[in-house]
């Protein structure tokens, strides 16, 4: 099963962006869908967007317009661009499969603060 290990998260004021990267352990060709998925404190994590193996995307409504992902299968890397973030997009982000499968990693801290 290919690994997946998120980075690029931060401290970032409203209005701002940040690009998360998910680099994999092995091909992610393999990964028919991939998802990128955020936890905020006391909240269920869910899923923020997803990209086919072949590009075609869908994003939550509460992120549309303001996120892009997108996959690399020949860097074996998923990306989140998030622009113009919210005090809500706080939260603990995730890649994984969609469906989510096997174990999750640990994720990336994204804070949006003033």
């Known amino acids: 099963q290919v690994q997946l290990v998120e980075s690029g998260g931060g401290l970032v004021q409203p209005g701002g962006s940040l690009t998360l990267s998910c680099v994999a352990s092995?091909?992610?060709?393999?990964?028919?869908?991939m998802g990128w998925y955020r936890q905020a404190p006391g909240k269920q994590r869910e899923l923020v967007a997803s990209?086919?193996?072949?590009?075609?995307?869908n994003y939550a409504d509460s992120v549309k317009g303001r996120f892009t992902i997108s996959r690399d299968n020949v860097k074996n890397t998923g990306y989140l661009q998030m622009n113009s973030l919210k005090p809500d997009d706080t939260a603990v982000y995730y890649c994984?499969?969609?469906?989510?499968?096997?174990?999750w990693g640990q994720g990336t801290q994204v804070t949006v603060s003033s």
């Open positions: 994984n499969n969609h469906p989510p499968c096997g174990s």
């Open positions: 092995g091909s992610i060709f393999s990964i028919r869908v």
């Open positions: 990209i086919t193996r072949g590009g075609n995307t």
